[in-house]
């Protein structure tokens, strides 16, 4: 495959082969070895048009292990902001000869559009309410890591599933994988075409809790909402908030995960996101080694090469 741009493109043996392939790395890493020269004269262009903390500098910090040159390009302080369009500023960046584009934007289905337009990889790092699919991959690697496996566990999706892409790729893959999926939230905050989604849904949080083996909390995007959506944010906090009461109801050997960035307070307590069955800081982590192995695999990186390094 040449681009990553949505998790209903990755089969099971695609997706294992990103999850295996990242385990790999590392334990290069372990081994001590800073840097990778698998990619070596190879451009890595981070071409963001939303705002990023997780995503932006995970992806810069994997390109580097991996030896790439990293151009960082934020739609903020560009020609963008003189009325530039996509399509130009893709093309100036394939002039500068990018090898892969990583992009964020705003607007559903860029990164399709850019695919179409550019001879290098392009990797989709969040495209308006539509899909994550690092986000998705990295998450699918973390509950591995903590629980053993994905296939047959049961994971809840919580809150506001209506503005999020995370939610979206986590469906698909967490499915192609073979866990349960149950979307969480209020009525108005899931999406009307759930319908076709391979996973259920309910609106009773309490009710689902105990049977969950991953509880998944998303942020509420306050920012996309436009008012008719959201109760308040107390009403949210009291029906589908993690606390401390409703983290009681979890069985023993259940884990939290949140994509960040968190409300702390809104969907997740502070206690609840720092108690030692959080995983929240692991993700962040992982998200490096498994865009090191999108990367990889995406432009070509020799098998062997994972072996050496300097
Ligand atoms: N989870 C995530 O995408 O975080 P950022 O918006 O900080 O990249």
Not at 48 to 73: C, H, M, Y
Not at 150 to 165: F, M, N, P
Not at 192 to 215: E, G, H, I
């Amino acid at each position: 495959k040449r681009h990553l741009l949505s998790a209903g493109d990755l089969s099971r043996e695609d997706a294992l082969l990103i999850l295996d392939t990242a385990e790999e790395l590392s334990k290069v890493s372990q081994r001590s070895i800073k840097k990778l020269p698998t990619l070596r004269g190879r451009t890595v262009v981070n071409l963001f048009f939303e705002d990023s903390t997780r995503t932006r500098i995970s992806f810069e910090a994997a390109a580097k292990r991996l030896s790439a040159d990293v151009i960082n390009f934020s739609a903020r302080g560009s020609s963008v902001s003189k009325g530039e369009s996509l399509k130009d500023t893709a093309l100036t960046l394939e002039a500068m000869g990018a090898d892969a584009v990583v992009i964020r934007h705003g607007a559903s289905g860029a990164p399709h559009r850019l695919a179409g337009w550019i001879r290098g990889s392009v990797i989709n790092a969040g495209d308006g309410t539509h899909e994550h699919p690092t986000q998705a991959l990295l998450d699918a690697f973390s509950i591995r890591r903590a629980m053993g496996r994905v296939e047959g566990l049961k994971v809840a999706i919580v809150g506001d599933v209506l503005h999020s892409r995370v939610a979206r790729s986590n469906v698909q893959l967490l499915h192609t994988l073979g866990a349960e999926v149950t979307l969480v939230g209020p009525p108005t905050l899931i999406p009307v075409a759930v319908d076709t989604w391979p996973c259920q849904v309910s609106y009773d949080f309490d009710a689902v809790l105990p049977k969950t083996d991953v509880v998944m909390m998303l942020r509420v995007q306050q920012e996309r909402m436009n008012g008719a959506y959201f109760p308040s944010a107390r009403e949210y906090s009291r029906r589908y908030g993690l606390d401390r009461d409703r983290f009681a109801k979890l069985h023993d050997d259940a884990i939290v995960m949140h994509p960040g960035p968190l409300n702390r307070g809104m969907e997740i307590s502070a206690e609840v996101a720092d108690s030692p069955r959080s995983i929240i800081v692991e993700q962040v982590g992982n998200g490096v080694l498994v865009r090191m192995a999108v990367l990889y695999l995406l432009l070509g990186g020799s098998e062997s090469a994972i072996g050496g390094g300097e």
